[in-house]
């Protein structure tokens, strides 16, 4: 198996993420991540899946429901900036990102750095400790420089004392991969 950044993500996941948790999926995109965490959290569990396109919700619905995981998660057409309006400070196990466009979607619709970096710091602020955020950086392209080095610049930023970042760059791999970044609450 190759190793994409989808799959190094899910796999960061699987090791933080336990039965009976709470998720975010912060932009759920067609829906791979919200699955994947309504597996790992079980039947005990919550996913809450935040995307502004209805396509999306659409998508992600219509897995949820191949798969058996519906009653797993909450969809919201809503922007992943107001995520602290669904969970409480302190009460989420892990959020995800991706932060670009929707695959197979309309290109002129995208994620922005300024809404992006809104969003990544109400997600660190509902963390518990010990808690994650998985945020895979599509760039290149039409989108995506801009934002890809305001948010590196961003988690640069933030506080060593309380959380760790983890930068990844499939480095022998041409054009514009994808980067995946794992941040850890420490406290």
């Given amino acids: 198996m190759k190793l994409n950044t989808l799959g190094l993500a899910h796999e960061f996941l699987s090791h933080k993420v336990l039965r009976g948790g709470l998720c975010i999926d912060a932009t759920m995109g067609r829906g791979k991540d919200t699955a994947f965490l309504c597996e790992l959290v079980g039947e005990e569990g919550k996913v809450i899946a935040f995307d502004i396109q209805q396509e999306a919700v659409d998508s992600t619905e219509k897995l949820l429901n191949e798969k058996g995981l ?31 466009y929707l695959p197979g979607g309309d290109h002129t619709i995208f994620t922005h750095p300024d809404t992006s970096i809104i969003a990544l710091e109400k997600a660190l602020g509902l963390l518990k400790d010990k808690g994650v955020v998985c945020a895979c950086i599509y760039h290149g392209g039409d989108t995506g420089y801009e934002e890809r080095d305001r948010l590196l610049a961003y988690l640069k930023t933030l506080d060593p004392g309380k959380y760790t970042v983890l930068f990844t760059d499939f480095w022998n791999r041409p054009g514009d991969p994808p980067i995946p970044v794992f941040i850890l609450k420490e406290i």
């Fill in 70 to 100: 519906r009653s797993r998660a909450e969809l919201h057409l809503v922007s992943h900036t107001e995520m602290d309006r669904y969970a409480a400070p302190g009460t989420v196990d892990a959020v995800v990102f991706n932060f670009g």
